[in-house]
């Protein structure tokens, strides 16, 4: 069966994409990153500062929000825009790498994964059909197949059942997605871990299948900058030039800008609002540590050009004796700072692409970061 297509690519700068996805609740601009609404909600941060910061949209999760408060609540309250008054495009993230990483008990077979809540303890069981039957009573406009994250390093047999048996339940979230109204969308993840040959196996077994659009998953989880960028290498030449490539969990703004120069169009990560809740600032002179008693004294803002109030009015002083007394509206004020940076960067990257200028754009931003505490990946 035909899958339709959303998302048209306006324009290349070498391998790096300019594009645009419409979704049933409105458009994404790509390159994107997807700010991380994990239970609904923007740790630190009001749905308005998410909006005003530039994102065109945002990430929930199947695990967490089916143990509490339950997709059958929410879908009775609304779906997931009207229960959290974001109403804008949204993305679900399958549950399939919170169960390996932080259920209790859990048990893959053929059939799906069972497993006990870190909460409390109760049993669950998800399969691909249960995945996808969550994500649409959550009502995201892009939901993700089943997959089994395998951690690195890992034996290669190990990486190969797992992506034989993520290729199989792909299949079954296919079907199993069929019933969804136009314009909803279902993403393949590529798996295959740091071996090539089974990365590009997946993701051919992907399109074989036929998805509205292919994330790279499995990375960013602790292993080398370079071998993530290697099975990107691998992966994206071999995926559909006309359908959104997102890679799951990315990243440092280095890691970004590595990935979109080599055709990636969308990303998610909890780093700006975690890192922020930690003191941690990224602005267009690097990631700064706001504990470091450097700032104690700083009357300068984190930057003086910046368009986002945050970080153009308050001193590094202040923010820094905010972080330092354990006070809430420092972690608030660096969540939103550090969302708005990256949205920043995302609109730097699609006008570079835009005019040509992407080489020239990635290497000044770099350059820019030399003044920050903390050196890029």
């Known amino acids: 069966m035909t899958v339709a297509n959303h998302f048209e690519l306006l324009g290349t700068d070498g391998t790096a994409r300019l594009g645009k996805l419409t979704t049933p609740h409105g458009e994404v601009r790509t390159p994107a990153f997807m700010p991380v609404g994990t239970l609904g909600a923007m740790k630190g941060l009001h749905w308005r500062e998410v ?27 609304g ?19 919170q169960v390996m990483s932080l259920a209790q008990l859990r048990k893959v077979t053929e059939q799906g994964v069972t497993f006990r809540s870190h909460i409390d303890g109760a049993k669950f069981e998800l399969t691909p059909e249960r995945a996808i039957e969550i994500q649409r009573l959550l009502n995201s406009d892009i939901a993700m197949q089943l997959d089994e994250c395998v951690r690195l390093p890992a034996e290669q047999a190990d990486i190969d059942r797992a992506m034989q048996l993520s290729l199989r339940w792909a299949e079954r979230c296919k079907r199993a997605f069929e019933t969804a109204p136009d314009g909803y969308m279902l993403f393949g993840i590529a798996q295959g871990g740091d071996v090539p040959a089974l990365r590009r196996a997946s993701a051919q077994g992907l399109i074989d299948i036929g998805f509205h659009g292919y994330a790279i998953g499995g990375l960013a989880v602790g292993e080398p900058q370079d071998v993530m960028l290697a099975m990107i290498e691998e992966v994206v030449p071999i995926l559909p030039s006309d359908r959104p490539r997102y890679l799951m969990g990315v990243g440092t703004p280095d890691d970004m800008l590595e990935a979109v120069a080599r055709g990636v169009d969308m990303f998610d990560c909890v780093m700006p609002t975690r890192n922020g809740r930690h003191g941690m600032a990224f602005t267009r002179h690097g990631q700064l540590n706001m504990r470091n008693a450097r ?12 368009n986002w109030p945050a970080t153009r009015d308050y001193s590094r002083a202040y923010i820094h004796h905010l972080v330092r007394s354990g006070e809430t509206l420092g972690a608030m004020l660096l969540s939103e700072i550090n969302i708005a940076y990256y949205q920043s960067l995302m609109q730097g990257i699609r006008a570079a692409i835009a005019d040509g200028t992407f080489t020239e754009f990635r290497e ?14």
């Open 295 to 306: 700032h104690i004294d700083d009357p300068r803002p984190l930057d003086e050009e910046s």
């Open 79 to 97: 779906g997931l825009q009207k229960f959290t008054t974001w109403n804008g495009p949204m993305l679900t993230d399958s549950g399939g790498f």
């Open 364 to 377: 000044r931003t770099r350059a820019g970061w030399a003044q920050g505490d903390i050196a890029p990946r």
């Open 51 to 77: 909006r005003d910061a530039g994102a065109d949209i945002v990430l929930g999760n199947t695990y967490h929000l089916m143990l509490r408060p339950g997709a059958e609540r929410i879908a009775a309250l």
